[in-house]
T-cell receptor, first 115, second 113 residues
Framework: DSGVTQTPKHLITATGQRVTLRCSPR?????VYWYQQSLDQGLQFLIH???????AKGNILERFSAQQFPDLHSELNLSSLELGDSALYFC??????????????FGPGTRLTVT | DAKTTQPTSMDCAEGRAANLPCNHS???????VYWYRQIHSQGPQYIIH???NNETNEMASLIITEDRKSSTLILPHATLRDTAVYYC??????????????FGQGTRLTINP
């Protein structure tokens, strides 16, 4: 158990719909990262938040957005869903002490199926 | 971040040491080597990281060559639960958004009874 929690575990929805994935980081971690894992693309970095502020964006579609709240939990919003958005979505957290390299701890993921 | 090359798959007998190689010939002086693994659709799990010196923790050992162009992850006594995809990643610690992990295809390690 990494200490990172994600809800829901599974989500099935239809094309065109909007969903919200939730992540709670480990206690004390200020950074939250979102990754997408699909069969054809592997694990891809989407976005990084540090203490409520967006720090880096990866291959995140404009239909996707995220935020990190004052209590440090994060939400990933996916809208106008397409079949190709079906994937595992992982959240990770880290301490983010900039003076040393720090490891990321991953949650169990949310499996999104778009039908 | 430097590119890494890993074998696509490897097999190891249960109880033996599993040695997973990684080539990172373009690594720069301040890039760290990280290893993660992913057990069948679970979240990736951090294993170990290092810069120059060999490192050991309760999970594994990391051997980095003197020129830092390659490294080996060693699982000393592999068990069936070590069957997973192992990812070798090199990156620079930074507060400029470079904290993302860039995953390659990894090595699919199968531990056989």
């Amino acid at each position: 158990d990494s200490g990172v929690t994600q809800t829901p575990k599974h989500l099935i929805t239809a094309t065109g719909q909007r969903v919200t994935l939730r992540c709670s980081p480990r206690s004390g971690d200020l950074s939250v990262y979102w990754y997408q894992q699909s069969l054809d693309q592997g694990l891809q970095f989407l976005i990084h938040y540090y203490n409520g502020e967006e720090r880096a964006k990866g291959n995140i579609l404009e239909r996707f957005s995220a935020q990190q709240f004052p209590d440090l939990h994060s939400e990933l919003n996916l809208s106008s869903l397409e079949l190709g958005d079906s994937a595992l979505y992982f959240c990770a957290s880290s301490v983010a002490d900039w003076s040393v390299p720090n490891e990321q701890y991953f949650g169990p993921g949310t499996r999104l199926t778009v039908t | 971040d430097a590119k890494t090359t890993q074998p696509t798959s490897m097999d190891c007998a249960e109880g033996r040491a599993a040695n997973l190689p990684c080539n990172h010939s373009t690594i720069s002086g301040n890039e760290y080597v990280y290893w993660y693994r992913q057990i069948h659709s679970q979240g990736p799990q951090y294993i170990i990281h290092g810069l120059k010196n060999n490192e050991t923790n309760e999970m594994a050992s990391l051997i980095i060559t003197e020129d830092r162009k390659s490294s080996t992850l060693i699982l000393p006594h592999a068990t069936l639960r070590d069957t997973a995809v192992y990812y070798c990643i090199v990156r620079v610690p930074s507060n400029q958004g470079a904290q993302k992990l860039v995953f390659g295809q990894g090595t699919r390690l199968t531990i056989n009874p």
